[in-house]
């Protein structure tokens, strides 16, 4: 019986988002086999948000204006 649920987020500056490493981190968290990796383990179960990519104050709105513009929430991951 899950007893708390909690999100994980990477963060980087939106810039990264270009470089070799986090192209290739992102391809890897949005394969299916990662995904089915990371769903075996117990405790974990990532749904199609993982791997996305979203502007650091839309997924943190309680941070209003005080959010980097330039920064990007990367990774999502949602353990039942």
Same mark, same amino acid.
């Given at each position: 019986?899950?007893?708390?649920?909690?999100?994980?987020?990477?963060?980087?500056?939106?810039?990264?988002?270009?470089?070799?490493? &986090?192209?290739?981190?992102?391809?890897?968290?949005?394969?299916?086999?990662?995904?089915?990796?990371?769903?075996?383990?117990?405790?974990?179960?990532?749904?199609?948000?993982?791997?996305? &990519?979203?502007?650091?104050?839309?997924?943190?709105?309680?941070?209003?204006?005080?959010?980097?513009?330039?920064? &990007?929430?990367?990774?999502?991951?949602?353990?039942?």
């Amino acid at each position: 019986m899950p007893i708390q649920t909690e999100r994980y987020f990477l963060l980087c500056e939106e810039r990264a988002l270009e470089s070799p490493g &986090v192209a290739t981190l992102l391809e890897i968290v949005r394969s299916g086999e990662f995904k089915a990796a990371v769903n075996a383990l117990p405790g974990y179960k990532i749904d199609e948000t993982t791997g996305s &990519v979203a502007h650091l104050e839309s997924t943190f709105s309680s941070l209003g204006t005080k959010a980097e513009r330039n920064t &990007v929430a990367l990774i999502r991951t949602y353990p039942p």
